[in-house]
């Protein structure tokens, strides 16, 4: 792969119970040209077993970010994908893994953009806490019989697709967006329920749901670094008013 | 998938060493909406590892066929697909797996059409013999660095990428070809070096490059019925006149 392409995807592995899939997602990521990946809570440590099927990517196993945390995981990206082998009942932005829009295509290929693939676990996937938290869904088509990849089996081939992408000279860079962070937009959510308590909008005891919808439209807005600087003045600006 | 669709594809494994690795292949085969695999000489017996690794496809399992040798393996077919990591020396019909011909890909999708797709040995691939016993070499993109891909892994990829040939309705089904089987070939290529050790063209001590020349002439050409049927009366009228 190009190394002037930005290559500073982050393949992450959601609590994975299987060792051996560890191992066979590592080399999965570097048969592809990847080098990162990236592991939240793993149920098993990584054994003999993941090292053996790593084969000749251990050095990718060997650097693998273990995180505490999902969201610890998402805090620092500005493009989250999540995968899936089904279509969910959740309206989210969501697109084949070889159906990627232009636009999010020039994204991942940005380096202003660091980007996530998240990948749930074995037995049930990604919870729906855990799926609006990223801003793409993407599946991967399926016979309607059996939908269900193994774990590795599903990277190796979203990780195929995006390596199409990075290929893909045809497919512009997207270099004029410079989006802020998952943690950015986490502080702004608790900038703005502030606010909103401040002014008698919004009871965090009876309205739940109302957080819930302002956390999701956060997400779908995908702000860059100076709607965000506009956007917080103007709640401090409030905040001060109403002193 | 469409059940109208030719599936009648099937996944030969070559001597695969590893029972793990057959029962994920059958998963990503099922998965795919395929539903044959085949194995030629396992060097393990099926063991309940692999039908642990098959989780929900069993009977794409049970239902495995067991070859006694490569040449018996392709027999019956008429369309021979053989899988690699990278681009051989060899001069030979090779695509990427995303970038098959729409001749190909109408052959794929006929009723008429015996497919194999043939995947090599985990340590060493397949041979160079078997690979000139193929009508077409397809080639899976890999990084330069890593180009090695688990079995399944491979398996997995070719069967997304040939799935999306049967779902996709700009490609037109090619009926009107009535290829002849391996078997038949063979049988050509005996009575053509009958007439040309009869005819002192030919002779089998000196000479085995010839034959091999003519087995990858008669395989590039893949002959339907009807020209078998000229091309085979012709060489019987050749060793009617020698008498």
Not at 135 to 152: A, F, G, K, M, R
Request: glycine share 4%; charged share 35%.
């Amino acid at each position: 792969m190009n190394k002037k392409n930005n290559i500073d995807i982050e393949f992450i592995l959601v609590e994975p119970s299987h060792s051996g899939n560890i191992g066979a997602c590592a080399r999965a990521i570097k048969n592809m040209g990847f080098e990162k990946l990236a592991i939240v809570k793993p149920r098993k440590t990584i054994t003999e077993e993941a090292f053996h099927r790593a084969k000749s990517a251990k050095d990718i196993l060997e650097n693998a970010v273990i995180y505490e945390s999902f969201d610890q995981a998402i805090e620092e990206k500005n493009l989250i994908l999540a995968t899936s082998a089904r279509e969910r009942t959740i309206p989210w932005p969501t697109f084949y893994i070889d159906e990627i829009s232009e636009e999010i295509k020039g994204e991942l290929k940005s380096e202003k953009t660091k980007s996530a693939i998240i990948f749930g676990r074995e037995d049930n996937g990604l919870s729906n806490e855990e799926l609006q938290k990223c801003h793409i869904h993407l599946v991967i088509p399926t016979s309607d019989e059996y939908s269900s990849l193994n774990l590795s089996h599903a990277l190796q081939l979203v990780a195929f697709e995006i390596r199409k992408i990075y290929l893909d000279n045809n497919v512009p860079i997207s270099e004029e967006k410079d989006l802020v962070s998952n943690l950015e937009n986490e502080k702004l959510l608790e900038h703005l329920m502030e606010v909103l308590k401040k002014i008698d909008f919004y009871d965090p005891k009876s309205s739940k749901q109302v957080k819930t919808r302002i956390e999701r439209l956060i997400k779908k807005i995908r702000l860059d670094k100076m709607e965000m600087g506009i956007l917080r003045g103007f709640l401090s600006k409030i905040m001060d008013f109403e002193k």
